[in-house]
């Protein structure tokens, strides 16, 4: 079976404690141990029985299907159970997980499947001896209810009541209550007093005993019905941890390797090229001196015009790696600095973050020179606004453009380079860009401040 | 402007650019007073020798980071009106305003200008006359980032050639070269630029590039 745990926030137990809620929470519980007892009663009746009958059968073929229909009963009342103690305990309705024949399996295996799973057996289990708790809840609520109750109303009751100690047949009848049995006189003002004063005893402690009551009901289902379910669910939890720290370290290691790449490829066309052409000219301009001593000089000026753009190429790569003034400064002013370069006049909204782990630094930078650089380039945008904000352990750049839409993730290495490196460090990219624009890349990663 | 030879300190960990340039300034008949590798000594080379102008990198030991940058605050502080000008391998804003703040008489140039000499020496003279200098891209910075009422839009393609070289810390005979123009024509256009732009204008030419650099970044 697959279904899956309703994963949900647990209700919030804190934010309303008011009156109303423990009125409310009085009544939930009451009504959970009140119909519980019918249920306990017929669901004993019916499993034991089942199981006494399947099991003294099982020398012959009949006890098998028996015992059978016994573990559907018990699963149909568990899953009422299960229901039934969410409200209760506060907690989202849990699913646990049934093993399911084969779709292809013949009849004596669809008929044993159920025998072997172990949840159905608690399941079992759990309907036989919820009887236990729920009777004794039961009497003790029932017992709560009515004394405080009856406490309560006693005054407009207490005169239907026989007081004589001699009754109309003239037969001495000995009708002592309890005030009387501790030395009180048998008025009526004592009475209505001693009784309004049980009532309200009973009827204040009653929200905590209905709540004891059906706390300790709920959690002996919860331990047999949802147990082994929770801890499966932890144990694929973990897994799904595991998995996500592997894809992290696959994206940072895709990222990595695209960013070299880019970087090889860069330095080969850019600096190194110009380095080249730096080195033919000059040894012509060697050559040149003694003939022509003009050629010379007009080599010369082209070698340092290669000199000079070959720093400017050298300089752009830095800034590609590691930009130094996100390093000395921090991301603020690093934004600063990448608006100013950037062709499209970019608007920046970005309030004073304090510094934090280089790679989130970077890699928040990064998001919004790739995001500028797309603006710029792709989408005919003629205005950017960058907006960066900070809350409880997060940072979110958002770029948002008035260009033309489509830029997407898979398109280009840029975004798709992007998403992997904040995925890398536990952050997520998303892109919104219908065609026809507007563009918005919105970068989240956790941000840890640090001095 | 200063014609005589200069005292110069020069503060750079990259000993080939320091060899390099106490060369080329030896050369041209300047003094080479102190030359240091991190920004501590800076400091004491400015107050031991009293240099007419440093030439100092951002990034030197111990920080590793714009150390030498700071080492210039620190270095004017201690003596008020010390000339100073920075070169580094990137240009950015922010770090001009740490410069700027301090008062005129500071430069902050590209690495790479120092291979235009002339311009280069020419700098570097008047940054120890009192002036201010500044590089074209950190200018050019100034100029991109502009808003969508961008007030720059009523000034003409030439007058805002001549605004950007008045950002820089030319003068008006530098401007009028580079442009190939008269120098009255240059006047006349820095004229227009300041009634457009409603600034004041302003005989004493440092205290004209601080006027145009503090509107360029409001």
């Known amino acids: 079976m697959t279904t899956t745990m309703t994963v949900a926030a647990p209700a919030d137990t804190t934010a309303e404690r008011g009156g109303s809620s423990i009125l409310r929470q009085l009544g939930v519980d009451t ?157 009526a003002f004592v009475r209505i007093t001693f009784n309004l004063g049980v009532g309200l005893f009973f009827a204040l402690t009653l929200p905590w005993v209905v709540r004891g009551c059906a706390l300790v009901q709920a959690w002996f289902s919860r331990a047999m019905l949802t147990g082994v379910a929770q801890l499966r669910e932890q144990i694929t939890g973990l897994q799904v941890r595991e998995q996500t720290a592997q894809a992290r370290t696959a994206a940072a290691a895709s990222a990595e390797a695209i960013a070299l790449r880019r970087l090889e490829r860069d330095i080969h066309d850019g600096p190194q090229q110009r380095l080249v052409r730096i080195a033919v000219d000059l040894g012509r301009a060697q050559q040149q001196l003694e003939n022509d001593p003009d050629a010379a000089r007009l080599t010369v000026d082209e070698a340092l015009t290669h000199t000079r753009e070959a720093l400017d190429e050298l300089r752009t790569l830095s800034r590609g790696i590691a930009p130094p003034i996100l390093t000395d400064r921090g991301l603020p002013s690093a934004l600063a600095a990448l608006a100013a370069r950037c062709t499209v006049p970019v608007e920046l909204d970005v309030p004073e973050v304090g510094r934090s782990n280089p790679l989130a630094e970077q890699t928040a930078y990064f998001a919004a020179a790739e995001a500028l650089t797309n603006a710029a380039k792709h989408s005919g945008a003629t205005r950017c606004v960058v907006e960066v904000r900070e809350w409880s352990g997060w940072l979110a750049i958002r770029v948002s453009d008035n260009g033309y839409g489509g830029a997407h993730i898979a398109k280009g290495h840029g975004l798709a380079g992007l998403a992997d490196r904040l995925q890398a460090c536990g952050g997520q990219l998303i892109v919104t860009s219908p065609v026809g624009g507007p563009t918005e890349i919105v970068a989240e990663l956790p941000w840890s401040t640090v001095p | 402007m200063v014609d005589r030879p200069l005292r110069i300190v020069i503060a750079d960990d990259a000993v080939l650019l320091r060899e390099g340039l106490v060369r080329l300034l030896t050369e041209q008949g300047h003094r080479v007073v102190a030359a240091v590798g991190d920004g501590p000594s800076l400091v004491e080379a400015v107050l031991a020798h009293d240099p007419d102008v440093s ?164």
């Open chain 1, 31 to 187: 009504a959970y141990i009140l119909v519980g007892f019918p249920l306990v009663v017929i669901s004993f009746v019916l499993l034991v029985t089942g199981l006494s009958l399947g099991g003294g059968l099982l020398v012959t073929v009949i006890g098998f299907p028996i015992l059978v229909l016994t573990l559907w009963i018990a699963r149909g009342f568990a899953e009422v159970e299960r229901l039934r103690i969410a409200p209760v305990l506060r907690v989202p309705r849990m699913h646990p997980i049934y093993k399911r024949a084969p779709e292809d399996a013949g009849f004596w295996r669809k008929m044993f499947t159920p025998l072997t799973d172990g949840q159905l057996w608690l399941d079992l289990v759990h309907g036989i001896l919820i009887f236990v708790p729920g009777v004794a809840t039961f009497c003790i609520v029932v017992t709560w209810w009515a004394t405080a109750v009856g406490g309560l109303t006693y005054w407009a009751w207490d005169w239907a009541l026989p007081h004589e100690s001699v009754n109309s047949a003239g037969i001495v009848v000995d009708n002592r209550q309890l005030p009387e049995l501790l030395g009180f006189p048998d008025t």
């Open chain 2, 55 to 218: 030439i100092v990198d951002v990034r030197m030991p111990p920080s590793h980071t714009d150390e030498g940058l700071r080492a210039a605050v620190t270095a004017r502080k201690a003596r008020p009106g010390t000339a100073i000008l920075v070169l580094s391998q990137y240009v950015e804003m922010s770090y001009a305003d740490d410069l700027l703040a301090t008062g005129p008489s500071v430069g902050y140039l590209l690495k790479d200008r120092v291979a235009a000499i002339d311009e280069f020496l020419d700098g570097l003279r008047r940054v120890a006359g009192g002036g201010t200098v500044l590089d074209p891209e950190v200018v050019a910075q100034l100029l991109v980032r502009r808003r969508a009422r961008d007030p720059l839009a009523v000034l003409t393609a030439r007058e805002r050639e001549v605004l950007a070289l008045m950002a820089e810390g030319q003068s008006n005979t530098a401007i009028a070269r580079r442009l190939v123009v008269s120098e009255g024509a240059v006047e006349k256009h820095i004229s227009n630029i300041f009634t457009k732009l409603d600034l004041s204008p302003d005989g004493d030419s440092n205290r004209r590039v601080l006027a145009v650099l503090t509107y360029l970044r409001s």
